[in-house]
């Protein structure tokens, strides 16, 4: 299939060191316990975030969905032709909506999605492909990072990197800030971000979406172990753990984490490690950063990727910027 490229990014030796799980040695063995939400997503995992997406009590993904339907028409005049970079593209349902905007107004279509999930990355071209008959698609199975230092400039009049479904909450600060330098490095001058972020809610609302009654996210949080017994011959038992999350009102960030449900020791054969848990021990797997508008938008201008329009739905639950370098 001619429209169709997908490559798997190889690391350099420089980095191969993280993706050897040299991140998951210095996870487990610091106190407190954390582990990388990369890690949520191999196949497995993101099946379970789609499910997710569709929880009652999961309003992300359908309130941004609902500010994309509303919107996207207007993003892609603002844009005009451009190539869509998707990171985090996972089933790229929502990226639909921005392709459906685009072909409408006649442009040429060329999508770049990008995921540490090559399963879902793959079975997801795939159908872009059926369904929309003049869509080019160069898939990158690997990290943001990787991918990123990858991209050679566009052929076509203008690029769009799209960071969607609030995934920079999976950020701290500082480490936001590198991945800001990384996206403008990738984008020439008045090229575009789109930025999805979920926003300060109350408690009783945050709470939930996390702790869904169905308990699809905590199977989602203790998939993480799974992952890593097949990626790294490791002896979790996931039944000696249970699924935490609650909202960090001081941080304004929701935390998951796994909390060992007694004294176990666990080895990952291929890690050469041996983790000692004490009895309600926990292992911080995720910190999801609800934002403030004014702030967040701040801190695009400061590092040059200025917001150009703002859209909120009418809760102001979620915010969507376009952003230009
Ligand atoms: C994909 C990072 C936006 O933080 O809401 C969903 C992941 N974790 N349920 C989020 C997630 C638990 C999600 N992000």
């Known amino acids: 299939e001619e429209r169709l490229q997908i490559q798997r990014l190889v690391e350099t030796t420089r980095i191969v060191a993280s993706s050897a799980g040299s991140d998951v040695v210095k996870g487990l063995t610091q106190t407190p316990k954390f582990l990388l939400p990369a890690y949520f997503y191999d196949d497995r995992?993101?099946?379970?975030?789609?499910?997710?997406?569709?929880?009652?009590?999961?309003?992300?993904?359908?309130?941004?969905?609902?500010?994309?339907?509303?919107?996207?028409?207007?993003?892609?005049?603002?844009?005009?032709?451009?190539?869509l970079v998707e990171l985090g593209s996972g089933s790229s349902t929502k990226t639909r909506i921005l392709l459906d905007?685009?072909?409408?107004?006649?442009?040429?279509?060329?999508?770049?999605?990008?995921?540490?999930?090559?399963?879902?990355?793959e079975s997801s071209a795939r159908q872009l492909l059926v369904d929309y008959p003049s869509l080019q698609v160069h898939a990158l199975a690997g990290t943001y990072e990787l991918a990123l230092a990858q991209l050679l400039p566009t052929q076509l009049p203008s690029r769009m990197i799209c960071f969607i479904g609030s995934t920079l909450g999976n950020l701290k600060p500082q480490e936001c800030d590198v991945f800001f330098s990384q996206v403008t490095d990738a984008l020439q001058v008045n090229e575009y971000f789109l930025l999805g972020v979920d926003l300060h809610k109350p408690k009783?609302?945050?709470?939930?979406?996390?702790?869904?009654?169905?308990?699809?996210?905590?199977?989602?949080?203790?998939?993480?172990?799974?992952h890593l017994n097949r990626r790294f011959e490791g002896n979790f038992d996931t039944t000696q753990f249970e699924h935490r999350a609650f909202y960090n009102e001081t941080e304004h960030q929701i935390e998951m984490h796994l909390r060992s449900l007694r004294s176990q020791i666990v080895q990952l054969k291929a890690l050469n490690l041996t983790v000692n848990f004490a009895p309600g021990e926990t292992i911080l797997t995720e910190i999801s950063r609800k934002f403030d508008l004014n702030t967040i938008q701040q801190q695009l201008t400061a590092r040059n990727l200025v917001p150009i329009q703002t859209w909120t739905d009418s809760n102001q639950w979620f915010g969507l910027l376009l952003c230009q370098l």
């Open 45 to 83: 995992g993101s099946e379970l975030f789609e499910q997710i997406c569709e929880l009652p009590e999961y309003y992300l993904t359908r309130t941004e969905t609902a500010i994309l339907q509303q919107y996207a028409g207007e993003i892609a005049k603002m844009t005009g032709v451009c190539e």
């Open 101 to 121: 905007a685009y072909q409408k107004l006649g442009y040429p279509l060329r999508y770049l999605p990008i995921d540490v999930s090559a399963g879902i990355l």
């Open 204 to 226: 009783d609302i945050l709470e939930p979406a996390y702790n869904d009654r169905q308990g699809v996210t905590a199977a989602f949080n203790l998939n993480m172990l799974d």
